[in-house]
Nanobody, 119 residues
């Protein structure tokens, strides 16, 4: 089992940058498939980016070229570097984990961190 705690969400101006962090508990963190989701007001939660145990990555089209996901297994951390932020990136961002790539559902979730992009 793994527990996840996100941090780094703040108010930022359009065009700005931000790095979200996700701290994970547990000694087997490196085995988990990790992802960042976001949920905007009135919308469903959707995946933003994911990273596998070997470092392979996925990005939804709207963030390609702007966001970068990374993980540090020695520190049990996952990061989301967000550049060229847009107002439509405003959402609560959640860190999530699942046991394997093939699992349909993410089993473990953090409580989320609010990102607001506004001038």
């Amino acid at each position: 089992q793994v527990q996840l705690v996100e941090s780094g969400g703040v108010l930022v101006q359009p065009g700005g940058s931000l790095r979200l962090s996700c701290a994970a508990s547990g000694r087997t963190f490196s085995r988990y498939y990790m992802a960042w989701f976001h949920q905007a007001p009135g919308k469903e939660r959707e995946v933003v980016s994911a990273i596998g145990t070997g470092g392979s990555t996925y990005y939804t089209d709207s963030v390609k070229g702007r966001f970068t996901i990374s993980r540090d297994n020695a520190k049990n951390m996952v990061y989301l570097q967000m550049n060229s932020l847009k107002p439509e990136d405003t959402a609560v961002y959640y860190c999530a984990a699942k046991d394997t790539y093939f699992d349909r559902e993410y089993k473990y979730w953090g409580r989320g961190t609010q990102v607001t992009v506004s001038s």
